[in-house]
């Protein structure tokens, strides 16, 4: 298993270009399973959670084309049973199941995993599902759906703890080809699931409420192919803002977003870091000391889960307490534990972390355990004086494209190891 090599204390220089975004591409390439056309996808990141959705689209009958950051996927014919195996893998994955059973009426997808950050439940995309009029068991591991035919309706799917993104997708993409109008309530309104249905409308769906939490979905008779350019990740960008932030330096980062994450720009200048928009790009810079600061995550457009580990390993070089509370998963703090063989002061109390920065943290072998957590070791790495070896950062190549090609232009001091 690879690991990345990393000599710390190095200021971050220069310029960043942000990739497509995985949580956009993941339910769009599921997404052409709804039509039997060709379906051009661009400014798709080069990840193996990307590379595994087009497995698992073969698995289902789907040709998939992967030419540099453009992949083509035409569902000509395909079958409603996944890999079980393959589709296990990737909790990515259960957003095939609403294209599948509105395609063909019936499907057969494995349960997908928890994973170490939390259960991740899909009693609201059964919920969704049903409300449609399919009829499920589980058995075997395998979620079974099947239907006459999906009935337009009206649900709420909002959970304990807010909307959810991935059943959000797998009920609108299911709704576009039932049978009537479709109101889901509670919907997720990450940028992610705006650019699927962008993607869907795209294909010839009818969406109103597009961003809102109230989506409007009016069935039609069949969808056509497209060409879709996906939305960058931004994700991916608060991830570099943070490391420039983390190592005192100043970086040039194109092609993002900054409307995607405006609660993230607004923390990090309340740490003190100066972000300033420059010619279209986003120019960050760390003053020599960070102020500590309170974050709690939040559904869109609050502060993402998926930036609260990285942002933690910022706090770590700001004087003084941050309080970073984690409302969105159940146990999304595997980082803590790692961070403290770096010197790190953290203590959990229930769903807030209390992070004692300013102490400056020092070298060691670290082990990633998720794809963000590992993200926030890297940081932490970076910031750090002597080396860290993060290992098993195949977590990290599941989410981010070259991180370590696009660290060293850089300036930071940062190999992968093979086989480590
Ligand atoms: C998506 O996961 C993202 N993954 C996650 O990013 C992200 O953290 C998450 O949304 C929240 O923003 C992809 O898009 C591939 P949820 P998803 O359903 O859709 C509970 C990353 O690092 N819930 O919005 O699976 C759930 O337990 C990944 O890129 C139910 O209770 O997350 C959680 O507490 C990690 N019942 C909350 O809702 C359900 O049926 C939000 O989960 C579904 C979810």
Do not use: W
């Amino acid at each position: 298993m690879d690991s990345f090599l990393i000599k710390g204390g190095v200021p971050l220089h220069g310029e960043v270009s942000i990739s497509g975004s995985k949580n956009a591409v993941l339910p769009i390439m599921a997404a052409t399973l709804l039509t039997a056309d060709t379906c051009v996808i661009r400014h798709v990141p080069d990840l193996s959670d990307v590379r595994f959705m087009g497995k698992i689209l073969e698995s289902l009958g789907a040709e998939v084309k992967f030419e540099g950051d453009t992949v083509t996927v035409r569902a000509a014919k395909v079958k409603g049973f996944g890999d079980y195996e393959l589709i296990r893998k990737m909790r990515g994955s259960i957003c095939i199941l609403g294209p599948l059973l509105s395609r063909l009426n019936q499907a057969s997808v494995s349960l997908p995993g928890g994973c170490v950050i939390g259960t991740r439940p899909i009693d609201l995309h059964l919920k969704g599902l049903r409300a449609l009029g399919a009829v499920l068991d589980i058995s075997g591991g395998y979620i079974n759906a099947k239907t006459k035919r999906l009935k337009g309706t009206t649900v709420f799917l909002g959970g304990r703890v807010g909307p959810t993104v991935l059943g959000t997708a797998n009920i609108m993409m299911a709704a576009t080809l039932a049978d009537g109008v479709t109101v889901i309530e509670s919907a997720a309104c990450e940028p992610e699931v705006t650019d699927l249905a962008n993607f869907l409308v795209s294909m010839g769906a009818k969406i109103a409420g597009i961003g809102s939490p109230t989506l409007t979905i009016t069935g039609v008779k069949t969808l056509h192919g497209t060409d879709h350019e996906v939305i960058p990740d931004r994700i991916e960008a608060c991830t570099f803002l943070c490391a420039a932030a983390a190592t005192h330096g100043e970086v040039l980062v194109h092609g993002a977003r900054a409307e995607h994450f405006a609660a993230v720009l607004d923390k990090l200048r309340e740490a003190g870091v100066k972000v300033e928009r420059k010619a279209g790009a986003l120019l960050v810079k760390a003053s020599k000391s960070l102020k500590p600061t309170d974050v709690t995550t939040l559904p869109y457009s609050g502060f993402p889960t998926d930036v609260q580990a990285q942002f933690m390993a910022l706090m770590c070089g700001a004087k003084g307490i941050s309080v970073i509370t984690e409302r969105i998963f159940e146990s999304r703090f595997m980082h803590v534990a790692e961070m403290a063989r770096l010197g790190a002061e953290i203590s959990i109390e229930g769903p807030s972390a209390i992070v004692k920065g300013g102490r400056p943290l020092s070298g060691a072998p670290v082990m990633a355990s998720d794809l963000r957590a590992s993200a926030a070791l890297v940081i932490a790495g970076l910031a750090a004086t002597g080396s860290t070896q993060v290992h098993r950062i195949y977590h990290l190549d599941r989410g981010y494209e070259r991180m370590e090609t696009k660290l060293k232009k850089l300036g930071a001091r940062i190999d992968r190891v093979d086989g480590e």
